[in-house]
């Protein structure tokens, strides 16, 4: 099967999944609570502001997609993965409502955050639900067959991924305002906010499917520098990449401010680094400083050297997979290949 | 062993695991996070306002000495059951972190809270971090020599717990603005919001402790029956309790307009409903409305009715006991029943 096959039947399953774990159980609490859960819906995508079933942009499901990938490529089955496919992706939408409340962003996927159309205090809230329903998503594995030593070391896997993702939010917080902030901190950075949950989205796939602490460790790597490469290439698209295409303004994170790597390879050029770091000291961008800034880090060579970064982490992503071939399942094996491929080069 | 004794004991093993569960592990990811752990430590009271060692209030312990009790009594050794309790604790303070953002409460324990301090984004990215923490607490639990299948079922229970949390706040925050909540309404909401992490707290200590599920189960109908009468009383001190003994200013739910049982039960009422109604949706309370709804309260008899509940609670709650007695080991039950009366009966 080709990936697209392949994802097609899973996106199926996990989306059924992702149903029976979003609608509120038969209350063991009298008074309704639909309301909670239509805010996580709206985030989800089932519903529009009004609150009326829809079908909107929901996001590209890469988590679940490497979970279910790499449960099969160890040979597992990867029906019974699609509880832990559904909280890790339950837990990156948390992360998104919480993210978009203390970055007091307004807009997700072309549409209102949740906290800008429900309030932050119940937007918060939702999130934490959806947080919570994510660990209760593992708790389903045992009724698919999946054994509670594996269930039980899936879920330490994921809790391990949780703290790790709420220390790289706080470094990323952490990095606004300074612009003394190293290459190593940023990878430091992403490690945690972006690659945590992609390194243990297919790790914790191969140990529901069975896989040996070794193989597992292997994917785990893998999915580790899938996300360096996956997140390299969003900060590319946050500043070069094509409006159209990307659903963002143009240059968004040079207006933003934000310290993705291109932004911190021109701070700290020789040639370039002075006048920057003066512009990032100063107040809000105007449009012509947006244009002197995208000058800049052409000029000191940002772009190339973000692209080559991007190259790197694929190269050795694909060099961790490829070491996994002679004990893998062909198709699936082949459908990580092809995620990665697409990951690395895309424009949106 | 009193009370007292098994108190102290308990509370120097949970000291010990807080401190080891909120201390930055030796990093995975490279930049520090400790200004990340030093937010949570502040709130925990460990930090004074300038991040210096100190030993401020932090609050009862009640979930914790429930599981560590109740895990005791059925036979079962409590030092096993020490992460689960140090996760109940955690999941207790994240929920106070996230309540006071989602209030916009300014002080909690006589200091300002942490999103007062630290900014709201900090805060509500601590509070996660906390939450993450909870549930990787019970991950110690295997090397405490907790079969898997028990540490899975623990963890079970602790999530199901994470979702009626979640659903308890958002009906509270519901409640604002009506005038229309009805007393069934209101058991509800605190089923969820204060009821839900009481009844684990207890059923979980038993379910570590070996316990058979009908055990557990009258354990959880106890912890349900304390957590209201708990809850109740609280309800009774935010109107009627003495500012110098509570430390929260005196009436400050009438202040605040909280929908709380005395309230609800004075909105409902034939003789003085109307004027309340009035009041309440009215604006901003002066201190002379306060005094008028402190009297209107007492025309319609809410403090005995309030007084009547907690009374109905705690005998309900010590039924349960007296029923497991027959199985129990007899200093730890009876230290449990001797809890229930200490709070039952508090002032502060």
Redesign the interface.
């Known amino acids: 099967m080709s990936l697209a096959d392949l994802v097609a039947t899973y996106l199926a399953w996990l989306e059924a999944e992702l149903r029976v774990l979003l609608t ?2 038969p ?5 309704a ?1 639909g ?2 859960y239509a805010i996580m819906q709206y985030h989800m995508g089932w519903l529009s502001t009004d609150l009326e079933p829809v079908q909107a942009p929901s996001g590209k499901r890469v988590r679940p997609l490497l979970c279910l990938l790499a449960c099969a490529a160890v040979g597992g089955d990867p029906a019974t993965a699609v509880p832990a496919a559904a909280g890790l992706e339950l837990l990156h939408n948390f992360s998104l409502i ?1 993210d978009d ?3 007091a962003s307004l807009t997700r996927r072309h549409r209102p955050t949740a906290w800008a159309l429900f309030g ?3 937007a ?3 999130g ?2 959806m ?3 994510a ?2 998503a593992f ?1 389903r594995l ?1 009724a698919q067959g999946v054994r ?2 594996i ?2 070391n899936a ?2 896997l994921f ?2 991924t ?10 990323d ?2 990095f606004e305002g300074r612009l003394d902030v190293s290459v ?2 940023y ?3 992403i ?2 906010k972006t690659g ?1 949950l992609l390194a243990a989205s297919p790790e914790i796939g191969a140990v529901i499917g069975g896989a040996a602490p070794e193989v597992s460790d292997a994917y785990r790597r893998f999915g580790a520098a899938l996300g360096r490469a996956f997140q390299l290439r969003d900060d590319i698209l946050g500043i070069w990449g094509d409006e159209a295409v990307t659903g963002k303004s143009a240059a968004s994170d040079i207006l933003s401010k934000k310290k993705s790597l291109p932004v911190l390879y021109g701070l700290a050029c020789q040639a370039v680094g002075a006048e920057l770091r003066r512009l990032y000291a100063g107040p809000e961008f105007a449009a012509a400083d947006v244009a002197r800034v995208l000058a800049l880090l052409d000029a000191a060579g940002a772009h190339t050297y973000a692209q080559e970064q991007v190259h790197h982490a694929t190269i050795e992503a694909r060099q961790a997979l490829d070491r996994l071939a002679p004990e893998s399942t062909a198709a699936p094996h082949a459908a990580l290949a092809e995620l990665l491929d697409v990951l690395a080069e895309r424009n949106e």
């Open positions: 509120p159980q209350a063991l609490i009298q008074p609570v309301g909670h919480h409340i203390e970055d932050m205090p119940r918060c809230n939702a934490d639900g947080f919570s329903l660990h209760a708790q045992p509670p030593d269930a039980l879920l330490r809790d391990e949780c703290v790790r993702l709420t220390e790289g939010q706080y470094l917080m952490s190593e901190d990878f430091g950075m490690a945690g945590a």
